[in-house]
Antibody, heavy 119, light 110 residues
Framework: QVQLQESGPGLVKPSETLSLTCTVS??????????WGWIRQSPGKGLEWIGY???????KYNPSLKSRVTISVDTSKNHFSLNLSSVTAADTAMYYC???????????WGQGTLVTVSS | QSVLTQPPSASGTPGQRVTISCSGS????????VYWYQQLPGSAPSLLIY???HRPSGVPDRFSGSKSGTSASLAISELRSEDEASYYC???????????FGGGTKLTVL
């Protein structure tokens, strides 16, 4: 069974960089069929797609976040990561990682990790 | 305000059939697949319907998806208390180059 687990700081200061890692088990991030993505959900709100990456390094980002987002993949550790720079309180959210299928379906999700932006 | 429009709430009694709508445009639903996600209280979302009307293994056939033009619907038949959750539609938008999610519909089982 494919499992994903997010990890990283739960508290980030304004203007700093949010960094999260998603460790994958039961599947290889090097498999050509899939992408690996990030989605966030502000408290009490809906879902917002952040971006995704293929093991080859190809990425696709939400234009609204593109200037601040970097997603990378480490095939040796079977994980992928999210960096979001210059964070503000508006970036406070539950961050989910997910496997992305060939037609952009998010078919397996991590349990999520809450990141709060506050000084 | 989401580009994919869903009613914020829906309700039904056990055994009933309910439908949740998702309205978009030609740049998203009209020309691309629609997906539905279920988010149980306190949990991560999970894939419920993919490519308009396909169910992943393990999803009961009480759940079905359909699409017509620039709108899509999720139908839940034989409603159960455990179906109480938030439901989100999603689609790729070719104009915005973004994966769009609807605002979500909170389903209450009375």
């Amino acid at each position: 069974q494919v499992q994903l687990q997010e990890s990283g700081p739960g508290l980030v200061k304004p203007s700093e960089t949010l960094s999260l890692t998603c460790t994958v088990s039961g599947a290889s991030v090097s498999r050509t069929t899939y992408y690996w993505g990030w989605i966030r959900q502000s408290p009490g709100k809906g879902l917002e797609w952040i971006g995704y990456i293929h093991y080859s390094g190809s990425t696709k980002y939400n234009p609204s976040l593109k200037s601040r987002v970097t997603i990378s993949v480490d095939t040796s550790k079977n994980h992928f990561s999210l960096n979001l720079s210059s964070v503000t309180a508006a970036d406070t959210a539950m961050y989910y990682c997910a496997r992305v299928g060939s037609t952009i379906e998010f078919d397996f999700w991590g349990q999520g990790t809450l990141v709060t932006v506050s000084s | 305000q989401s580009v994919l429009t869903q009613p914020p709430s829906a309700s039904g009694t056990p055994g009933q059939r309910v439908t949740i709508s998702c309205s978009g445009s030609s740049s998203n639903i009209g020309g691309n697949f629609v997906y539905w996600y279920q988010q149980l209280p306190g949990s991560a979302p999970s894939l419920l319907i993919y490519r308009n009307n396909h169910r992943p293994s393990g999803v009961p056939d009480r759940f079905s998806g359909s699409k017509s033009g620039t709108s899509a619907s999720l139908a839940i038949s034989e409603l159960r208390s455990e179906d109480e959750a938030s439901y989100y539609c999603a689609a790729w938008d070719v104009s915005l180059s973004v994966v769009l999610f609807g605002g979500g519909t909170k389903l209450t089982v009375l």
